[in-house]
């Protein structure tokens, strides 16, 4: 293959491929359209001419047949008055006339067959404009949702799917995260009454425990002898020193436990 051969190929491709692209089906049916339409204007131009035409040879013929008849009376004529030469020229003018009678007959014959033909070829362009608007109508409403459609998918495309679902997964994540921090919460919250009141519960037990020890170690009054007051007390107390040692003794074992 030559050079220019393949220069040519490849401009073609690129043309057609241009055109390809260029097309718009709605507007070429819109153009199809008008181009038939043009096409039915001019042969309906073409019929009437055709039938004017036919009409024109229709009534030559016919003055023909007149003519002829008229010659062939002329003839008869004549020879009815004894003139034999003007009846032979009589026939002659008639068969000048018929001559031109069978010419135009078939000319008319002719005419006839192509007029039928037009207005058959007038008739399938009619309809056949008739179901192309029809057709047109229908290739619209599906080239607006192929449109449609194609738009559609664009969008479905150009979504994130996975990135919009790794978004909501994250957000349930962070609920569910908040969700037992407040649950959590609410446990520690619960627990921390608990503990308080288990403190409660304790520092009584030992504070009784305490007023017991204090009662245990207070020395006891004599029976009948009345109590004297605090400032009044004859009973020598504990000395500090054993009182210290006791305290200390108590310390002690409270920093063991």
Known sequence: MGLFDRIKRVVGANLNDLVSKAEDPEKMLEQAILEM???LVQLRQGVAQAIAAQKRTEKQYNDAQNEINKWQRNAQLALQKGDENLARQA???????????????????????????????????????????????????????????????????????????????RMEEKVLMQEARAQSAGELAGADLESQFARLESSSDVDDELAALKASLAPASPPNQPQLPPQQQTTPPKSNEVVDAELDSLRKQLDQM
């Open 37 to 39: 339409q043009e096409d």
């Open 91 to 169: 026939l002659e003018r008639k068969k000048t006339y018929t001559d031109t009678s069978t010419a135009l007959k078939a000319s008319l014959d002719q005419q006839s067959t192509q007029v039928e033909t037009l207005k058959r070829n007038l008739i399938q362009l009619e309809s056949k404009i008739s179901e192309a608007k029809t057709k047109k109508e229908m290739l619209k409403a599906r080239i607006t949702t192929a449109k449609a459609q194609e738009q559609l998918q664009g969008m479905v495309r150009g979504m994130n799917t996975s990135s919009a679902m790794a978004a909501f997964e």
